[in-house]
Each structure stands twice: as structure tokens, then as C-alpha cells.
């Protein structure tokens, strides 16, 4: 009988306790391009040992759950309690809004506020969340190669074309496979676009038939992939609007140029270690600017989350400043804290190849368009993304011809704003 | 006296024992009887389908009447109430096409293209499967030496994941993957297999085949080994040959667990998705772009989703397995009957 009676009060106990963990829990979606995942988890075991009533559970995911999955979830009005997302504006309407659950809500506009209507509604001033890390696309080159080839790598000044002619001679010279090679991501192309004048966005907002630019750009790409100066395994290599980096290419010695973005920077410097030098440089020049195209991962809260009130303190934790500029420090990603930024960050990594790159890429922040700053905040930068890396990748294919493939990016754009506003 | 002691003990036991279970399995008795009393004997047959039909109509027509009420929406929204009553539209937008056999005359290039994949992949790679299988099983079927060994061999694809196969497959047959470090090792030039669309069409056959064909051997196997061996053994005393011994005794015996062969293998063929979206992503362009995977794309991963056309795809999609299954199935039928009749 006694024994009976333990086991129901250890039974019941244990219920309790179950039911204690599920009302303080907070889980958080995280993708990691590099070492974040584990910077991640390292300041939430920090901050779990300070607050023991919340359990945090980070469940690391890829990048295409977050790009795939999470849209359903949020639909279905379930998913995570926090997500880190890129495609923050698209998906506002499923933030919380923590300004009742912050401590200082003019702390975080005071901090965050320059990328705060990247994740939020158009006309809302809510808070639902900050930026990771602002990212810029932008090229590398692996300097190794240009010096054995005895080629100058190129000058900010330098266009597409000369990079690609220039690349082409080092890839020659060198027996490598690739001259170069670009991430399959409409969001990567942008930026090139936009160099050559591209326009998205319509005069109501919406999006605008595909121009000249974009028409300037692509039809070069089409043409580098055909001559195989860009490798076209990488935007080939798949259907639909599948993501698909070139960073083992460049960090197998590959390629000569790859064009990514900052983000890179320490999966770089962690996977090529001294095997070759690398450096980043900037956006290539189109014919009206030398642009990257921003952007970056925000985390946010999630409005379907149970416990509001512990997201919020675990949002607090994560956007103070000694943890944005610790997280930043070993991440080596540059942070959207506008106090952290003033006082200055001292990335921690022995490659000196890392402070050279990020000091190439805030320089190269300097020629950033007007048109790629307005794109994160953009309700359909993601739908024109789409169209341009389906279809632009068909004309490589060879299925569709570049006249074919303007038409069906213009129709698939249009069918989804006809899609979405009904 | 001592063994009947040990009689009855044994005795008591056995009643000890089965007592309860005998109480358990009363228990229904009186209800069913009262429940067969008041329905008849249809409905004991009612009764005794009911769990089965519940779990059949739970988990696939429920979610097929959801599915065909989802492909008459639009909308933006996920769930079924929020969304927009399009009637047909989503089906008039799928099959909107100038010439069906262009499918860059179609307003959804991306289903006509898929459909027009599916249709190749199908024909290719069922008759190769089923040839394949059967050759597999006529030789495992023999007095070979290691006769376990080599089916179990032929049988452990079938146990892996499909996205493991993909993966597997991936690293042998990548630019710098196993395939091309042999070629490069015998001085054979290199292939980008999978960038190729026909050699990424050909792999993504390869390599479904490889995965499945275990299990349609064991079928054909089970089939050839159900055969009567005095039919052979007349044959051979009648002085026929192997070759019409093949086409007249094992071929119309095995029928039956052909057509199930063919059905299964026609079904699986058109819904091939997981270890080809592994293995090519669809790619080279869309050159291995499956049904499936445009279902899969339109209706979740893409950044162009939508949730009705995707449905509405997917029970064009249906509607033609069924059609294909139930011709198969007359087909079948037809033949027992003209055996019969022989």
C-alpha cells in the first residue's frame, strides 16, 4: 500500500512538474549559416541558469524548413514561440507584438527602429522583433589564385563584365574548374539587377513589369552560365525557387569569384582556415550602380506563442546590448543595434582575412542602392525573387528562351498578387 | 496415483488460466448478440468493418473531400474557411493550354511540364522495373548457388529511407562524386551526370529502380514458387522447350501477381517524388521535375504558393491513377476470363 502510494505521488509529481516545464517554455526556430547555433545556445544556458522558471528549446532547423515549412505553420496558426527569419515582411501579420511584453519598448526603437517596419505591417508601429545580423550581398575572391595568376584582383569601379573577363583569365591560368559562381536565390541576383537600373516596385506599391535592368542583367548571367564562366551546376541544379549556395565550390578552391554576401564571412574563414587566401569585394558595377542588396535575419516573436510574457523576457535578454555585441563578436556578423554599432565591435577570430572582409563589406554598404534599401521592407520582394530565380533558371536550362522566360516571371508575379488579394 | 495427482494439478491451472480469459472474450457476446438479433446478419458484417471503414474514412476519403473543397479556393489564407470560393478556376487555369503537347503553351507551364515527365518517367521506368523484376526472379528462382544471399541482396534497397537512397546516389553520381573519380582512375572522361537531362533522366530511373525492385522481385518470386512443379516436369516429358515453357506455363500462371505488380509499380511510379527531389531537385531546368514535386512546390515551398492549385493538381493527378488502375484491372479480368475459357 505504501508503495502504491509513492508511486502515485511520484507519479503525480511528475505531471506537475511536466506541466510546470510546458507553461515557461519558449521555442525558438534557428537556422545557422556558421557558428551561431552554438553562440545561440551558449547565451541561453546563460540566461536559463538566471531565469530557471524558463526552458528554452532552440531547435536548429535548415534554412529551407524556415523558408518552407514555417510559412504553413504560421497559417495553420501554430509554429515556434520565436523564429529567425529572412522573409520578415511577407510574414508580419504573424508577429507578436511585444511592445506589453517588453521592459524599455523605447529602448528597442531607439536601437532597432531603422529595421523595424522590415518585420512588421505597412502603417503599424509594433515591435516584433530585431535584427540578427544586417547582411549585404557582395563577391569573394580568392586572392590566392589572382596572385598566382599574377592578376590584380579588380577595383570597386569594376563592372560585371570586366570581373567576369578577369575572372575567366585567373580560372584559365589556374586550371580551375569555375571562373565564378552566384547563390541560386532570386534575393542574390537583385543587387545586379538594380546595378543595371532594375525598378521592382510599381508606382502603387506593387510590383512592376519586368524592366530594362533586370533584362540587362539576366540576359548577362544567361550568357556567363552558357560560357561557363559562371558554374551552372549551381542555378541548374534544381527547379522551382530552390535555394542553392555556391559555398563549397569557393571553399574547395573551385572557383575564383563567388558572390554571396557577408554572412559568409565566418564559414569561410572557419572552412578555408590558411589554405588560400581569400578577400571580399563589394558589388560589381552595372551601368547605374554598384550594388549589394541588404537584408539579414531577424528574430521574432511569434503571436500564436502560450507565454507571451516569457518570449518577451527571453527578447529582452537576447536584444540587450552586451549580448547583441557578444553574439555579434563571435558570430562575426554585423549587428542592426544602433548603441552597439557606436561603441564598436572587436570580432573574435584570429583570420585576418575576417576583419578585412568585413571592413570590405561595411565599405561597400556606402554604394548601396535606394531601390535594394527599400526591397526588405517589401511585401512581394519575395514573390519577384521567385519568378526571376524559377525562370532565369529555365533559360539556362535551356527550356526557355529569355523573351519566354520576362513573360512568364511578369505572369507569375502577377498571378500571385491576383492570388493574394482576392 | 502420483501421475494423476499431477493430472489434476495441471487440470486446475488450465481452468485457473483460462477462466478470465474465458470471462474477457464473454463479454462482447451478450451485446453482439443483441446487436445481431436487432440488425440481422448484414449487420454483423457491419459491425465487424466498422473500425476499418472509420480509419479509411478518417484518414483517406475525409482528407480527399477536404482536398476537393480546397482545390475550389483562392486566397492568400490556409485555412479552408478563411479562403475564397473560386469554383473551377484553379482546374481552368491548370488545363488552359493553346497545345497540350507544348507545355510552354499552357498558362501552368510548370503541371504540363511535370505531367509530360511523369508520363516519360512512367512508361520508362515501369516496363524496365517489371522486366528487371521478373528476369531478378526467374534467376533467384533457380537452384543458384548463395540463393538467400543474393535475395537478400536484391531485397535491402527496400529497406532503406527514400532520402538516404537520394543521398547515396547523390554522392556517387555529383560532379565530384565516386562515379567520376573511377572514370577519372580508368582515364574515361568525366560526366556531369546529374546536370545532364538526359543522364539525370536516366539516373533518376536508375535509381528508383534500384530502390523498389526488391519488392516487386519478392512479389514475382512468391508468384513463380506457387507454380506447380508437375506442370515443368510434364512440359519437359512432352520435350518443350524453355523458351515456350516461359510464355506458355510461367507467364499466364504468374498473371495475377503480375498485374499486382503493374498496378503497385504504376502507382509508385506517378507519385515518385522523395529520393529524385533528393537526388536531382528537379533539375537540370525542370528535366526531372515530377507531379509530385510541382504538387509539393506549388502548394508549400514555393515562394509562389497556392494551396488550391496545388489541390486542384493533385486530384487531376488522382483521377488519373484511378482511370489507369481500373483499366488495368479490366484488363485483368479480361484475361482470367479468356484463360478460363481456354
Redesign the interface.
Given at each position: 500500500m505504501t508503495k502504491a502510494k509513492t508511486l502515485l505521488a511520484t507519479l503525480a509529481f511528475g505531471l506537475l512538474a511536466t506541466t510546470t516545464a510546458l507553461a515557461g517554455e519558449v521555442r525558438i526556430m534557428w537556422y545557422s549559416d556558421g557558428v551561431e547555433g552554438e553562440v545561440l545556445q551558449d547565451l541561453m544556458d546563460r540566461f536559463m541558469v538566471d531565469n530557471p522558471d524558463i526552458d528554452v528549446i532552440i531547435d536548429n532547423v535548415s534554412y529551407?524548413t524556415v523558408?518552407?515549412?514555417l510559412?504553413?505553420q504560421l497559417?495553420?496558426?501554430s509554429g515556434p514561440d520565436i523564429a529567425r527569419v529572412t522573409?520578415l515582411k511577407a510574414q508580419s501579420e504573424h508577429w507578436l507584438d511585444l511592445t506589453p511584453y517588453v521592459e524599455d519598448a523605447d529602448y528597442w526603437r531607439d536601437n532597432f527602429g531603422d529595421q523595424a517596419d522590415w518585420m512588421r505591417p505597412d502603417g503599424s508601429d509594433a515591435i516584433t522583433g530585431f535584427m540578427t545580423q544586417i547582411t549585404l550581398t557582395g563577391g569573394y575572391a580568392n586572392k590566392t589564385l589572382f596572385d598566382q595568376a599574377g592578376i590584380e584582383i579588380p577595383g570597386p569601379e569594376a563592372t560585371w563584365d570586366e570581373w567576369m573577363e578577369i575572372v575567366q583569365q585567373v580560372a584559365t591560368s589556374q586550371q580551375v574548374p569555375f571562373p565564378a559562381a552566384m547563390d541560386r536565390s532570386?534575393h542574390r541576383i537583385s543587387g545586379p539587377n538594380i546595378s543595371f537600373g532594375a525598378n521592382y516596385v510599381g508606382a502603387d506599391g506593387l510590383p512592376a513589369p519586368i524592366d530594362d535592368g533586370v533584362k540587362a542583367m539576366v540576359s548577362r548571367f544567361v550568357e556567363w552560365n552558357a560560357q561557363g564562366i559562371m558554374n551552372?551546376?549551381v542555378w541548374?541544379?534544381?527547379?522551382?525557387?530552390?535555394y542553392?549556395a555556391a559555398a563549397d565550390d569557393f571553399i574547395n578552391g573551385q572557383l575564383v569569384y563567388y558572390y554571396s554576401g557577408n554572412w559568409q564571412i565566418s564559414n569561410l574563414s572557419t572552412k578555408i582556415g590558411d589554405t588560400f587566401d581569400w578577400v571580399a569585394t563589394g558589388s560589381p558595377c552595372g551601368t547605374a550602380a554598384c550594388s549589394g542588396m541588404p537584408g539579414g535575419a531577424g528574430l521574432v516573436a511569434v503571436k500564436y506563442t502560450k507565454n507571451p510574457e516569457d518570449v518577451g523576457k527571453v527578447m529582452d535578454y537576447l536584444a540587450s546590448a552586451e549580448v547583441v555585441k557578444e553574439f555579434s563578436e563571435r558570430t562575426l556578423f554585423i549587428p542592426a543595434h544602433r548603441g552597439v554599432i557606436a561603441q564598436g565591435l572587436q570580432f573574435q577570430s584570429d583570420d585576418p582575412q575576417v576583419n578585412a572582409a568585413l571592413s570590405g563589406f561595411v565599405a561597400a554598404s556606402a554604394s548601396t542602392d535606394p531601390n535594394a534599401l527599400f526591397l526588405p521592407g517589401w511585401k512581394w520582394a519575395?514573390?519577384y525573387?521567385?519568378?526571376l530565380v524559377?525562370r532565369t533558371?529555365?533559360v539556362?536550362?535551356?527550356?526557355?528562351t529569355l523573351e519566354?522566360a520576362y513573360e512568364?516571371m511578369d505572369?507569375?508575379i502577377a498571378?500571385?498578387v491576383a492570388?493574394?488579394s482576392? | 496415483m502420483g501421475n494423476n495427482a499431477m493430472d489434476g494439478a495441471k487440470k486446475m491451472i488450465g481452468v485457473a488460466v483460462a477462466a478470465p480469459v474465458k470471462f474477457v472474450m464473454g463479454l462482447p457476446d451478450a451485446p453482439l448478440r443483441l446487436w445481431q438479433r436487432l440488425t440481422g446478419i448484414n449487420g454483423m458484417a457491419v459491425f465487424f468493418l466498422a473500425p476499418n471503414m472509420i480509419v479509411f474514412g478518417v484518414f483517406v476519403l475525409l482528407p480527399l473531400f477536404i482536398n476537393v473543397a480546397y482545390s475550389m479556393t483562392g486566397g492568400a489564407a490556409l485555412f479552408l474557411d478563411n479562403r475564397v470560393f473560386v469554383g473551377a478556376e484553379q482546374y481552368e487555369r491548370l488545363l488552359s493550354c493553346e497545345n497540350f503537347a507544348d507545355p510552354n503553351s499552357c498558362v501552368e507551364d510548370g503541371f504540363w511540364i511535370a505531367a509530360r515527365n511523369t508520363l516519360f518517367f512512367v512508361i520508362i521506368q515501369v516496363s524496365a522495373m517489371i522486366a528487371v523484376s521478373l528476369i531478378t526472379a526467374l534467376i533467384l528462382n533457380r537452384a543458384i548457388r548463395g540463393r538467400s544471399f543474393w535475395r537478400s541482396v536484391f531485397f535491402f534497397p527496400v529497406l532503406l529511407s527514400p532520402v538516404v537512397v537520394g543521398l547515396i546516389w547523390k554522392w556517387i553520381l555529383q560532379r565530384q562524386g565516386l562515379l567520376n573519380y573511377l572514370l577519372f582512375q580508368f582515364g574515361i572522361e568525366q560526366q556531369v551526370w546529374l546536370i545532364d537531362r538526359f543522364w539525370a533522366f536516366a539516373a533518376a530511373i536508375l535509381v528508383s529502380m534500384w530502390a523498389h525492385m526488391g519488392f516487386y522481385t519478392l512479389i514475382l518470386l512468391a508468384g513463380l514458387q506457387a507454380i506447380p512443379r508437375d506442370l515443368y516436369e510434364a512440359a519437359e516429358m512432352d520435350g518443350t522447350g524453355p523458351n515456350r515453357t516461359f510464355w506458355r506455363i510461367t507467364l499466364p500462371l504468374l498473371g495475377p501477381n503480375l498485374l499486382v505488380v503493374i498496378v503497385l509499380a504504376l502507382i509508385r511510379a506517378v507519385q515518385i517524388f522523395d529520393e529524385v527531389y533528393v537526388l536531382t531537385g528537379g533539375g537540370p531546368g525542370t528535366a526531372t521535375m515530377y507531379l509530385t514535386q510541382y504538387i509539393y512546390e506549388v502548394g508549400f515551398a514555393s515562394a509562389l504558393r497556392n494551396p488550391g492549385l496545388a489541390s486542384a493538381a493533385s486530384i487531376l493527378m488522382g483521377g488519373v491513377l484511378v482511370i489507369l488502375t481500373l483499366l488495368q484491372l479490366l484488363a485483368g479480368r479480361r484475361g482470367e476470363k479468356k484463360a478460363e475459357r481456354e
Open positions: 529551407s523558408r518552407e515549412q510559412p504553413v497559417e495553420a496558426g522573409d532570386g551552372p551546376e541548374v541544379s534544381a527547379s522551382g525557387t530552390t542553392r519575395g514573390t525573387y521567385g519568378a524559377s533558371s529555365q539556362i536550362a535551356g527550356e526557355l519566354e512568364r505572369a507569375d498571378a500571385k492570388e493574394i482576392r | -
